[in-house]
T-cell receptor
Framework: KAGVTQTPRYLIKTRGQQVTLSCSPI?????VSWYQQTPGQGLQFLFE???????NKGNFPGRFSGRQFSNSRSEMNVSTLELGDSALYLC????????????FGEGSWLTVV | TQLLEQSPQFLSIQEGENLTVYCNSS?????LQWYRQEPGEGPVLLVT?????EVKKLKRLTFQFGDARKDSSLHITAAQPGDTGLYLC?????????????FGKGTRLSVIA
């Protein structure tokens, strides 16, 4: 069965712009989590959605937002991009919420210039 | 404060050598997972350990969950260049309720042919 799919894989944006990243979970998975990965900070949790509701939120500013659709697909948006937002953004899905085994997509590489 | 501490942070070894990497915490975990991430890709789940003292083997990889469920180790026998990557441990703290997985910062392994 298909894994977690993230689009786009690579993108370059300018400071001040906004970006939307998309994630399609594994079929049958209802929970989608987003992580930011940088060399210095490792994997940092952004937020988790389950049945279109945000269940958990990490310690990121309000410029980072997300949503989940009725088909479990999810998007995250970052507004007013800063240079420090350059990172690999990873989406992961699981059957249920609450720290169960999660499966990652290949990620979206965002570079802010 | 990092809930899961991984050591060593970096490891470079020759092909054929054995190695062990560690994942430690002062907290008790309901389960721990190990992921391997190759450059430019998302983390791939290797194993989940649930029971204290549990040992799981995956070909040349041996995973152990500590008796007290506060730590885990990954041992690789006769390392190969294909084992190169970032090894991440992640877990669900016990009694944490509906919280997301906690990740360590990883051990970056390089196996030289």
């Amino acid at each position: 069965k298909a894994g977690v799919t993230q689009t786009p894989r690579y993108l370059i944006k300018t400071r001040g712009q906004q970006v939307t990243l998309s994630c399609s979970p594994i079929s049958g998975h209802r929970s989608v989590s987003w992580y930011q990965q940088t060399p210095g900070q490792g994997l940092q949790f952004l937020f988790e959605y389950f049945s279109e509701t945000q269940r958990n939120k990490g310690n990121f500013p309000g410029r980072f937002s997300g949503r989940q659709f009725s088909n479990s697909r999810s998007e995250m948006n970052v507004s007013t991009l800063e240079l420090g937002d350059s990172a690999l953004y990873l989406c992961a899905s699981s059957r249920d919420t609450g720290g169960n085994t999660i499966y990652f997509g290949e990620g979206s590489w965002l570079t802010v210039v | 404060t990092q809930l899961l501490e991984q050591s060593p942070q970096f490891l470079s070894i020759q092909e054929g050598e054995n190695l062990t990497v560690y994942c430690n915490s002062s907290s008790v975990f309901s389960s721990l997972q190990w992921y391997r991430q190759e450059p430019g890709e998302g983390p791939v789940l290797l194993v989940t350990v649930v029971t204290g003292g549990e040992v799981k083997k995956l070909k040349r990889l041996t995973f152990q969950f500590g008796d007290a469920r506060k730590d885990s180790s990954l041992h690789i026998t006769a390392a190969q260049p294909g084992d190169t990557g970032l090894y991440l441990c992640a877990g669900t703290p016990r009694f944490s309720g509906n919280t997301p997985l906690v990740f360590g910062k990883g051990t970056r392994l390089s196996v030289i042919a």
